[in-house]
């Protein structure tokens, strides 16, 4: 049986301007935006996953970037909780992301709205490593952690603070997505054994709790084109504070970054000679996460890796 679509959602299907015209309205009543932001020029939607829509808005205060998904008890938490990693972000002065506006819920959508990034695929990759370098720098008092829950895609972050690095990762990043997945009805044999592994690769192992993105990946850094060249910038953050290295272990998970990256990262920041033996650990995290999320081959390589491991 085919449930009859929401008022709302038809009027988004028929007429998104409608939608995007009720967004801006919404952001200029939290004194987000100018009046101007209203004037809309043009927009275009852009590519999108089956449940969030996104589109490059052209108006008389400026270029916006807008994410919507339909309205749920969590999609506001996610857009807070990017909000808050692009600021995180931006404190540093290091790296640049995108600036966020402001978020809300309209006509059965939660939104967020952004500055528009003229996005190119290749650029200052030397830049891009020392920029990345210098993020982690920047360090919290507190711990491992974060002052709130953050997200990888879907996937709710447990940011409780934490003294140990061994204990904040295994028990509060792998621990939670084995549990998912048994619960959906695949058990990885020989998570035991693989959790025991990790925790004597991390145990010695206490670095600073340095300003991560969380995930790092080739879809989540381009360059902004100008008149010295294509300057890096990072989006769609998973920030907490933790290992450097579980940024750099993401890089290359999904088709590693150019060589001159890793190179400049290094004239900045130091790579510990070990961290070869901890990137299979950080990209665990990512394997079981997409395992938890799609399933399929990703459970697949989560078991070989831990085989692995």
Wanted: aromatic share 10%; proline share 5%; hydrophobic share 35%.
């Amino acid at each position: 049986m085919v449930k009859p679509m929401p008022a709302q959602h038809l009027a988004h299907r028929t007429n998104p301007e409608y939608t995007i015209t009720r967004v801006l309205a919404d952001a200029i009543d939290q004194r987000k935006l100018p009046i101007g932001a209203c004037d809309v020029l043009s927009y275009s939607q852009h590519l999108s996953n089956s449940e969030q829509q996104q589109f490059v808005i052209h108006t008389e205060a400026g270029d916006f970037f807008l994410k919507m998904q339909p309205e749920s008890e969590r999609v506001l938490d996610q857009f807070q909780a990017e909000i808050s990693g692009l600021l995180e972000i931006a404190r540093t002065q290091t790296i640049r992301t995108a600036v966020p506006y402001a978020a809300g819920q309209v006509d059965g959508f939660g939104y967020i709205l952004l500055s528009h990034l003229p996005l190119a695929v290749h650029g200052d990759w030397q830049e891009a490593g020392k920029q990345l370098a210098l993020m982690h720098s920047h360090t919290s008092d507190h711990g491992y952690g974060y002052n709130k829950t953050t997200f990888c895609g879907p996937t709710a972050l447990d940011n409780r603070w934490s003294a140990d690095w061994d204990d904040f990762f295994i028990g509060q990043r792998l621990e939670p997505l084995l549990r998912t997945l048994a619960d959906k009805g695949d058990h990885l044999t020989g998570s035991d054994r693989a959790l025991k592994a990790c925790f004597h690769l991390l145990s010695a192992h206490q670095p600073e709790p340095s300003l991560v993105h969380g995930d790092l990946w080739s879809g989540n850094i381009g360059f902004i084109p100008d008149r010295e060249g294509s300057k890096p910038v990072i989006y769609d953050p998973a920030c907490f504070f933790g290992d450097a290295e579980s940024d750099l272990a993401m890089t290359e998970l999904f088709g590693r970054f150019p060589g001159s990256f890793y190179a400049a990262y290094r004239s900045v920041r130091d790579i510990d000679e070990s961290y070869d033996e901890r990137r299979n650990v950080y990209q665990l995290f990512h394997l079981l996460n997409h395992a938890v999320l799609f399933g399929g081959h990703y459970v697949t390589q989560s078991r070989d890796l831990m085989r692995r491991l």
